[in-house]
């Protein structure tokens, strides 16, 4: 039972472009909503989350985008830069449970 | 130390070994956890303890895992008669209370 479904499983965009990743939940009671970045050997590290009492967040160039009808979420990475290279995961989990639920993650290549 | 650390980074067994995994968290992190990642995919979440006390063990695939942190720091995943589909990388994160987690760079699991 995939609680959390991500697409695309890959991206390609070229350096400057917007890498755009999309999630999508099931379980309403969710309330946390986390997108992890994982470079190769290394363990996932937290990027930017948000909580569904708003529509977007900023942090620098990255961007979430959050639906809470659709129950769907996007990550938004602006100006993407060869350093962005890595696999991304999107996760939900709700307040008062530390279980955190992910995505199967997206691999996403700039290139220069 | 500065970050979540994990011993053995590889470890190969041969089908039907036990193997025992460590975590040192982060120095003063309440809350540890541990997960599976399988090669391509997503992290599942095995189990997580608040200080010494084993909260949530829903994730953990078969009596054979068994998971303890006797004195509220140090953790060690314990995998008996291992199994060809035991085969990934195994994570461990802390958090301070209820606050990110912080993951280590994870052992990867071979089973032969």
């Known amino acids: 039972q995939q609680q959390v479904k991500q697409s695309p499983q890959s991206l390609i965009v070229q350096k400057g472009g917007i890498s755009i990743i999309n999630c999508a939940y099931e379980?309403?009671?969710?309330?946390?909503f986390p997108w992890y970045q994982q470079f190769p050997g290394k363990g996932p590290a937290l990027l930017i989350a948000?909580?569904?009492?708003?529509s977007e967040k900023k942090e620098g160039r990255f961007t979430i985008s959050f639906n809470k009808s659709a129950k769907q979420f996007s990550l938004h990475i602006m100006d993407s830069q060869p350093g962005d290279s890595a696999t991304y995961f999107c996760?939900?989990?709700?307040?008062?449970?530390?279980?955190?639920?992910f995505g199967t993650g997206t691999k996403l290549q700039v290139i220069p | 130390g500065a970050g979540v650390s994990q011993s053995p980074r590889y470890k190969v067994a041969k089908r039907g070994q036990d193997v025992a995994l460590r975590c040192d968290p982060i120095s003063g992190h309440v809350s540890l956890f541990w997960y599976q990642q399988a090669l391509g995919q997503g992290p599942e979440f095995l189990t997580y303890?608040?200080?010494?006390?084993?909260?949530?063990k829903s994730g953990l695939p078969s009596d054979r895992f068994f998971a303890e942190r006797p004195e509220g720091s140090v953790s060690t995943l314990k995998i008996q008669r291992t199994q060809q589909e035991d085969s990934a990388v195994y994570l461990c994160a802390s958090s301070f209370d209820w606050g990110e987690q912080y993951f280590g760079p994870g052992t990867r699991l071979t089973v032969t």
């Open positions: 948000i909580r569904p009492d708003v």
């Open positions: 379980n309403t009671a969710f309330d946390y």
């Open positions: 303890f608040q200080n010494e006390a084993q909260l949530d």
């Open positions: 996760a939900a989990s709700m307040v008062g449970y530390q279980k955190v639920t």
